[in-house]
């Protein structure tokens, strides 16, 4: 829904420039020569608008309507990722800039292992707070920020939904990785240390629109 962006529509639909910021994000995964295929999961009010942009990029193979939690999403999207895939990529619509070599290094590092999720270092400091007051500061170099893409083995995936949908747990637990480690598989991390802006807020967008100005210009 996007809905701490505050733009009256969710926030992968919002246009910069001329095109939406979804757009954005699925040129940039299209180019990425590891990904076959991209199944689309869509605001249920946007369905259509998902449903038109298919027919511009040539790798989405499927479109379905997004359940009310992500990973609700997450599973409905699943369903639609033939059985014979070996890897999946879970990403979100609101990272157009994530570079491609990620998502290269992900689907290397998934020949080995079970789950791969992408960080970046925090570089503020962390603070944990109590009643609106700092109680304390914690150590940095001991946490990271959870990003996108997060990529599974298939048969990863799949046991971590049916645990979820079985236990009846996939929409009590907030993120897949969770899930993931509930069904007793390991997470490993994979340090981006580069630029994943994520767009959440309206000032995001202003930083979006900047830096596709220069992309576009080559400078």
Request: aromatic share 8%; glycine share 6%.
């Amino acid at each position: 829904m996007g809905k701490r962006a505050n733009l009256g529509l969710p926030k992968q639909y919002f246009k910069i420039e001329e095109k939406m910021i979804i757009e954005y994000t699925l040129e940039n995964i299209s180019e990425v020569d590891s990904v076959d295929n991209i199944v689309l999961v869509s605001n249920p009010g946007f369905i259509e608008t998902a449903n038109e942009l298919r027919k511009k990029f040539q790798k989405i193979t499927a479109v379905t309507e997004g359940g009310k939690t992500r990973n609700e999403s997450l599973y409905r999207g699943f369903l639609k990722v033939p059985k014979e895939e070996k890897k999946v990529l879970v990403h979100d619509a609101v990272r157009p800039f994530t570079p491609k070599w990620v998502f290269e290094r992900i689907v290397g590092a998934l020949e080995e292992k079970d789950v791969v999720t992408t960080i970046n270092p925090i570089t503020g400091n962390l603070i944990e707070l109590e009643n609106g007051r700092v109680h304390k500061i914690h150590d940095r170099s001991k946490y990271a920020m959870g990003e996108a893409p997060t990529g599974y083995r298939y048969e990863v995936l799949k046991k971590t939904l049916e645990s979820a949908v079985s236990g009846r747990y996939l929409n009590e637990i907030p993120h897949d990785i969770l899930l993931a480690m509930k069904a007793g598989f390991d997470v490993h991390t994979l340090l981006c240390n580069c630029f994943n802006l994520k767009i959440t807020f309206k000032e995001d967008i202003h930083i979006a629109r900047a830096l596709i100005k220069i992309l576009e210009e080559g400078t």
